[in-house]
């Protein structure tokens, strides 16, 4: 049993999906800032940390594994990756089966 789910996490906008093979996928937007524990304003240390993607999209299955991930710097550049996003599954021009991660993260 997994210590923790990827739907125990704050959203800022979450949507369950199925792709053309009747797939079910969750595709959700999350402010990295904005998860419990986390100040209701984060400092602008953190912000400036997070500036190259402090909001994401991501893309898991019902059994919780991550299939994509991307960051955004703005929540207007988030918000509208979301929803494209969700459109892109539904319709089959994005195949969350093939999981897609960050090439940007510091070994």
């Keep these: 049993m ?3 789910s990827m739907d125990e996490w704050q959203y800022l906008e979450r949507e369950v999906v199925t792709d ?6 969750t595709v959700a937007l999350m402010d990295v800032l904005g ?4 100040p209701d304003m984060p400092n602008k240390l953190l912000e400036l940390q997070y500036s190259s993607g402090r909001y994401f999209t991501l893309i898991y299955s019902g059994s919780g594994q991550l299939q994509r991930e991307r960051g955004y710097a703005t929540l207007a550049e988030g918000t509208d990756a979301y929803e494209d996003l969700v459109v892109a ?3 089959g021009s994005v195949n969350p089966s093939q999981p897609t991660f960050r090439q940007d993260l510091e070994d």
Excluded: N, S
């Design 2 to 4: 997994p210590l923790w």
């Design 20 to 25: 053309p093979k009747g797939r079910q996928w």
């Design 35 to 38: 998860q419990e524990g986390d």
């Design 89 to 91: 599954v539904i319709d």
